[in-house]
Every structure is written in C-alpha cells, then in structure tokens.
C-alpha cells in the first residue's frame, strides 16, 4: 500500500503556493506583511489563510499566524504525485 503524499487533497494550493506562503509566514507573522510577502489580492490570502489554518499548518494567535508543527515539518517533495496517480 503506497502512502498518500503529505499535503495532497489537504488545500486547494499548488504546491508552489504552499511552499510560498509556508516560507513567508516562517518570518512574517501579520496579514499585511503575510499580504506583502505574497503579493496576491486580500481575499485570495484571506482563503489561503484559512485553508492552511483548517489543514493544520498554521495557527493563529491574536491576530498573528504561525507555522504549526505540521508546516515547520512541510517538504515539497512529498507533494509530487506518484506516477501511478496521472
């Protein structure tokens, strides 16, 4: 039984989007510098925020996000989808 990669079906965020918004968040810790860092529209880090918050890889604490465990622990490598799944 081949394991499922950790992250797959988790969010709705490529891989690249993951790995961004896990590095900007690994400094920058409030929504406006998280924004800046990204530099994508409000709603769309608003969702990716909450996404992320539901997926257990950030947490959130008086309006200051920080990676959880589980996003410290995030490797994009594990992301790659088995060839089996195309």
């Given amino acids: 039984m081949n394991a499922m990669p950790c ?8 891989p690249s989007q993951l790995e961004l918004f896990l590095s900007v968040i690994e400094h920058d ?3 406006q510098d998280i924004r800046l860092g990204v530099k994508l ?5 608003k ?6 918050e539901e997926a257990n890889f950030i947490e959130e604490q008086q ?9 410290r622990g995030w490797d994009k490598r594990y992301l790659i989808l ?4 195309y």
Avoid at 41 to 45: A, D, R
Avoid at 47 to 52: D, Y
Avoid at 82 to 85: F, G, M, N, V, W
């Fill in 29 to 31: 810790h409030t929504f």
């Fill in 7 to 14: 992250g797959k079906n988790e969010t709705s965020l490529a």
């Fill in 82 to 85: 088995r060839e089996d799944e």
């Fill in 63 to 71: 309006n200051q996000y920080f990676l959880t465990e589980k996003g």
């Fill in 47 to 52: 969702s990716a925020l909450r996404e992320l």
């Fill in 41 to 45: 529209p409000v709603f769309k880090v």
